[in-house]
C-alpha cells in the first residue's frame, strides 16, 4: 500500500511503532511533514528530543534511504551542515524508513537574506564537489552492486539518463524548434565526451533544500535522495540556478568560486542540462492531455522569457 492511499491513522501508527521501537516509549506528539507520493514524513517530538521519520512502501525505498545515510555521512565528513541519521530500516514495521535528528531552522525560499544565502550555498555545492566517487549516476560508492553501475558518463547519459529518448519527447511535443534542437544535439555530443573524474552532486540543491537560522546561518542541506556521481560542476548548477533570478544566479555563482569566463564556458551545457530536465514534466503533461502545460512549457522553453539579445 503505498504511503499516498494510508489513511493518517494508519501512517501515525507506523510512526509511532518506528519511535517506541528504537526509543523504548511512543513519541509524545506526531506532527506530519509533507512528503508525496512516496514518502510520508513526521517530526516525532519525544522525551529524548525531536526527531524526523520518513517511510515509503516501496520495497526499493531502502535504497534510497541506504544512499541517503552514506551520503550524509561523507559531505558531514567535510563540513557540510546536514541532519544525522540514527535509523535506516525495516523493523518492525515491515517498510522502509529512516529516523533522523531533526535541525532547527526554516526553509530558506523566502528569507530576506536570500543573496547572503546563495553565497553560501554555493560555496556548500563546491565542498561537496571535493568528494570523489566512483561510477556515474544514482548508483555508486554507497552500493555495492555492478550491474546498474555506469563506468563511464556517456553511459549514464545514454542507459540511465535515456538521454535520446527525453530529446524525442521535445521534438515530439515540439517544445523546440528547428534550431534549438540542432543546438541542444550537438551540445548533447561534446558533453557526452566528458571524461572528468565523478564527485558527489546533491542532485536537487536548491533554496527549498536548505534550512536557516533567524540569521540567514545554514544549518542543514536536507532531502539528499537525488544524490548523484557526475563530473562537477554542471548537474548541480543547472538545478540550482534554474529558478533564480539574475542576481541571485550571481550571487550562488560567486559563492562556488567561479569567473565569469568560466561560467560563460559552462551556459551551454547548463542550458542543455535545464531543458532536458524539462523533458520529463513535457511527457507527464502529455499523458495527462495537459495542452495549457504544454503550451505553457513551449513557451517557457522557447526563451521568450529570456530579455537578452
Not at 554507497?142 to 550491474?147: D, E, M, R, T, Y
Not at 543547472?238 to 568560466?262: F, T
Amino acid at each position: 500500500m503505498p504511503p499516498s492511499s494510508l489513511s493518517e491513522r494508519q501512517a501515525r501508527a507506523i510512526a509511532r511503532s518506528i519511535i517506541e521501537f528504537h526509543l523504548g516509549s511512543p513519541p509524545d506528539r506526531l506532527v506530519q511533514m509533507g512528503g508525496g507520493l512516496s514518502n510520508r514524513v513526521y517530526t516525532a517530538h519525544h522525551a529524548k528530543g525531536p526527531f524526523i521519520v520518513r517511510f515509503g512502501s516501496a520495497a526499493e525505498k531502502i535504497e534510497d534511504f541506504l544512499k541517503e545515510q552514506w551520503v550524509l555521512t561523507k559531505v558531514r565528513e567535510k563540513g557540510v551542515p546536514t541532519p544525522e541519521i540514527l535509523q535506516v530500516g525495516t523493523e518492525p514495521v515491515s517498510v522502509p524508513y529512516m529516523v533522523s535528528h531533526r535541525v532547527e531552522g526554516r526553509s530558506a525560499v523566502h528569507h530576506p537574506q536570500r543573496l547572503t544565502i546563495l553565497r553560501e550555498m554555493g560555496r556548500v555545492m563546491a565542498t561537496i564537489h571535493t568528494i570523489r566517487t566512483s561510477g556515474y549516476g544514482s548508483t555508486f560508492d554507497w552500493s555495492q552492486n555492478v550491474l546498474s553501475r555506469n563506468e563511464t558518463w556517456a553511459g549514464f547519459l545514454r542507459d540511465e539518463w535515456e538521454i535520446e529518448d527525453r530529446i524525442g519527447v521535445l521534438e515530439g511535443q515540439e517544445m523546440l524548434d528547428d534550431r534549438q534542437l540542432k543546438v541542444l544535439r550537438d551540445v548533447v555530443r561534446r558533453m557526452s565526451r566528458w571524461d572528468a573524474p565523478p564527485v558527489l552532486n546533491h542532485g536537487d540543491l536548491r533554496l527549498k533544500n536548505v534550512l536557516v537560522d533567524d540569521d540567514g546561518a545554514i544549518t542543514a542541506i536536507i532531502d539528499w535522495e537525488d544524490a548523484r556521481s557526475c563530473p562537477p560542476p554542471c548537474w548541480d548548477l543547472a538545478l540550482a540556478l534554474h529558478d533564480l533570478s539574475i542576481d541571485a544566479k550571481e550571487a550562488l555563482v560567486e559563492g562556488y568560486g567561479l569567473s565569469g569566463e568560466q561560467m560563460r564556458e559552462l551556459a551551454p551545457y547548463l542550458k542543455a542540462l535545464n531543458v532536458l530536465h524539462y523533458a520529463s514534466v513535457a511527457k507527464r503533461a502529455a499523458a495527462r492531455g495537459n495542452k495549457r502545460q504544454l503550451n505553457g512549457l513551449r513557451t517557457r522553453l522557447s526563451g521568450a522569457f529570456d530579455l537578452f539579445l
